[in-house]
């Protein structure tokens, strides 16, 4: 019997009908294994996951392969995006066994969730090395039956080595000049100079090394460090990973290039680049910035928002080819051929030459992916962008990928900030609406009546996970976003309820975070990892809420678990400044105060006080707050005091308990706003 068809999990339900006997991750599913006596396969991945599809269809849909399976073991089927924390403590085994990771993630546990044996995929048949995923059943199953001392110490080990590993947290003092230096002196020996990003292939979208690199630029001046976010972004936006057609990052780069994404689309990805592409327009009126950030911004309101006013987790990387056969990228690649059918003959010409679109192709079997390379010379804009809608038309006749329709929280909580913020620089007053329909959803079904989180939810139906502590924290980066572009307190009342319970259930006495509150259920080990994945991680985003929140409202407490949450940025950003991006562009936050503005006016429709209130948000000052009321209004703490000057609206500039004299000159506020 499967049992994950009354799950909310797309990717569970995509194994609903696998002859497999699935249970989802339950104490049910361990206490059968016990019952039974036999081992569980444990198998990890997530709906827009390329290699996932592969095996499911090759392994898990082949009725002798789950024969065997029904007969000798529990399998465990779980969603990565809905449980990171089993996701991470179990990829961590495997990364320390093996040395690599990745998803699909395949682990052998015993009936008390002892890890003893891993991989990632494997195949129907012995490949490159790889045994075929039945003779690593028949490998499994041999051991537990003849050798099961043997596989009890090895799961023991492996346990006991994960529940010692402690995070070298360094001390609980917040890093300063030195530390900020030494992690830009980093990036930049690993910069590459000629195609932008940090590293070689495959290359990631590098979102919160970008935000330190912005804000560092914004409180000390240093060009090379906007030089590298500024060609890193350009890149990028040229490159195959952006969807030259309809707007959006995919996930990453296979090459060193940018030319060759895997194609999925990840909601986290296009909020955190979306902000990225705003605050560099912000810093430097950069025109392909500003295109980026409002064109990745639509994408997500138009491709990703569900019916409930959240957004959908991904695009699927896969798609019918048009035959029946499912195939990566095949909705997004052209052939010179298919241009000419959608554009004739001259036009087709034209669009190959500008989006770099060869005979031999740039793909697979004569494929190639859009991208814009640098060109002498200059296009018709008009003729561009009817090609462009011509072929964008023509590509929505196409099979299009799969949506993964859950509604993760964290991932919400960057689109709200990344769409409210979009929104107010650009005047788009429907992008601020759609953060806050996606904040309303979050606050009506995700929050309960002590304003504990969900993770996910779908179709209107929460799911029964609780929040991890990334949640809570980008959940209330999101609140005050919209707190600071809409004036509206209840925002930041609710940023303050996520915080306090960050504070009662996610950090410990030495000041470190973990992964998952003191009440969560209990794994083999609490995860705890500072550094940053496809996300911000946990810790650093909680770092950089907790910061916010008090400048926004003076509350201590917040203000010294923020402060010693950046202790492990002291200790790592000159090290591992790549993998701590977010935690280094929280301490440019910190460094820098952060400012505090409230604008005040004698109404919320005055021209005026609007103006001020803009000039506000577009400041460059790292981190900086923005509060904005009516004159005598108790809606923000901030607003508390301020008088309008002269009967005028004004602005009020604080940093560090100084205030400077109220203005009402949008100049002067923004020369007090940079550095």
Known sequence: MNRLAGVTSPYLLQHAENPVDWWPWTPDAFEEARRRDVPILLSVGYSAC?????????????????????????????????????????????????GQGGWPMTVFLTPDAEPFYFGTYFPPAPRHGMPSFRQVLEGVRSAWTDRRDEVAEVAGKITRDLSQREIDYGSTEAPGEEELSGALLGLTREYDPQRGGFGGAPKFPPSMALEFLLRHHARTGAEGALEMARDTCERMARGGIYDQLAGGFARYSVDREWVVPHFEKMLYDNALLCRVYAHLWRSTGSEPARRVAVETADF??????????????????????????????????????????????????????????????????????????????????????????????????????????????????????????????????????????????????????HAKLARTSKDGHVGANAGVLEDYADVAEGFLALASVTGEGVWLEFAGFLLDHVLAGFVDESGALYDTAADAERLIRRPQDPTDNATPSGWTAAAGALLSYAAQTGAEPHRTAAERALGVVKALGPRVPRFIGWGLA????????????????????????????????????????????????????????RPLVDGGPAAYVCRNFTCDAPTTDPERLRAALTR
Not at 384 to 406: H, Y
Request: glycine share 8%; charged share 25%.
């Open 50 to 98: 390329h290699w996932c599809h592969v095996m499911a269809h090759e392994s898990f849909e082949d009725q002798p392969t789950a024969d065997y399976l029904n007969e000798h073991f529990v399998s465990v089927k779980v969603d990565r995006e809905e449980r990171p924390d089993v996701d991470a403590v179990y990829m961590e085994a495997v990364q320390a066994a093996t």
């Open 300 to 449: 997500i309101v138009r491709e990703l928002r569900t019916n409930e006013g959240g957004f959908a987790s991904a695009l699927d990387a896969d798609s019918d080819d048009g035959t029946g056969k499912h195939v990566e990228g095949a909705y997004y690649v052209w052939t010179p051929e298919q241009l000419t059918e959608v554009l004739g003959e001259a036009d087709a010409e034209l669009a190959a030459h500008y989006f770099g679109v060869t005979e031999e192709g740039t793909f697979e079997e004569g494929q190639s992916v859009l991208q814009l390379p640098q060109h002498e010379g200059v296009f018709d804009a008009e003729k561009i962008e009817s090609v462009k809608s011509r072929l964008l038309a023509a590509r929505s006749q196409r099979p299009a990928p799969g949506r993964d329709d859950k509604v993760v929280a964290a991932w919400n909580g960057l689109a709200i900030a990344a769409l409210a913020e979009t929104g107010a620089y650009f005047d788009r007053p429907d992008l601020v609406e759609a953060a806050v329909s996606a904040a309303d959803l979050l606050v009506r079904l995700h929050l309960d009546e």
């Open 586 to 641: 929280v301490a440019e936050a910190y460094l820098d105060g952060p400012r505090e503005v409230a604008v005040v006016g004698p109404s919320l429709g005055d021209e005026a006080a609007k103006t001020l209130h803009r000039t506000a948000l577009l400041g460059t000052a790292p981190g900086a707050v923005v509060a904005f009321g009516v004159a005598g209004s108790d809606e923000l703490p901030l607003l508390a005091g």
